[in-house]
């Protein structure tokens, strides 16, 4: 066995070089903290997984490098790449009248990071009252690669609904919002009836509305949100999670 490893690595490191070096993965011993930086991106991917559920804000040592990657040419790559796939998979059907791709706003389709740059990439615990009067400035921007897939399935013949939690009286300015940041046309935009849905989780509540699309004769050959709140639960026949490592929605 040990010689077969031992082969294997050799046409690797002669296939990338001389200087290619392999790293055996070893137990730690001792306390060997990891950097922060390692840290932190396995809290992302954890994150990102979903194996990490139900948490309030950040850790505090990783709001530089949440900042860092919010910010970067990484987290465009990881949108686009996301996006990229959307494309493909809707490209290969055959559309009907009747079909529709579901996108979540906030993460998604419009990027809120104006606001959490100000406000410590998710470190700081969420603040309701501040977050809505950064919503109805209606000044947030579109996410460049969700609005590239967007204008392609437009192009395609798919209707495209916006179902988001932000609330009914948030739907005005939410419409405005996306026209502006070149989301010109859609078939519904769903806000959240609170007297409908109170007490009730974010996946509840659109799957909940999903179905309700299902119902009235539509259906739902893809779905795209940032949260897996936005995409678990049923009646959409492909999901695509988009990167989100600063807050978390049951």
């Known amino acids: 066995m040990k010689v077969v490893i031992f ?22 011993t001792g306390l060997g903290e990891l950097s922060p930086e390692v840290s932190c991106a396995s809290w992302r991917l954890g ?24 910010l970067s040419e990484q987290y465009r790559s990881d949108s686009k790449t996301v996006n990229r796939e959307a494309y493909f998979y809707a490209r290969d059907l ?19 990071l104006p606001y959490y740059a100000n406000n410590g990439f998710g470190v700081e615990v969420f603040n309701h009252t501040a ?16 609005l590239k897939l967007y204008n392609k399935l437009v192009s395609l013949g798919i209707k495209i609904v916006f179902l988001t939690e ?12 996306l026209a502006q940041a070149g989301y010109y046309t859609w078939e519904k935009l769903i806000t959240k009836d609170k007297s ?46 988009l990167p989100n490592p600063t807050y978390y929605i049951a």
Request: aromatic share 12%; glycine share 8%; proline share 3%.
């Open 196 to 241: 409908i849905y109170a007490g009730k989780t974010g996946r509840e509540y659109k799957t909940a509305e999903r179905k309700k699309l299902v119902e009235e004769g539509y259906r739902i050959i893809g779905n795209t949100g940032d949260q897996w709140s936005d995409v678990l639960g049923y009646y959409a026949h492909r999901i695509f999670k």
């Open 94 to 112: 055959e559309i009907a009248s009747n079909d529709i791709w579901v996108f979540d706003v906030d993460e998604t389709t419009l990027s809120n």
């Open 131 to 146: 977050f809505d009067e950064w919503l109805e400035l209606g000044k947030a921007p579109a996410l460049p690669e969700t």
């Open 47 to 70: 994150v990102e997984a979903h194996n990490f559920i139900d948490w309030k804000t950040i850790p505090q040592e990783c709001e530089e490098f949440i900042g860092d990657y919010m």
């Open 166 to 177: 932000r609330s009914e009286r948030h739907a005005k300015v939410t419409g405005v919002n």
């Open 7 to 28: 082969f294997l690595a050799t046409i690797v490191a002669t296939c990338h070089g001389a200087n290619f070096r392999i790293f055996p993965l070893r137990m730690k």
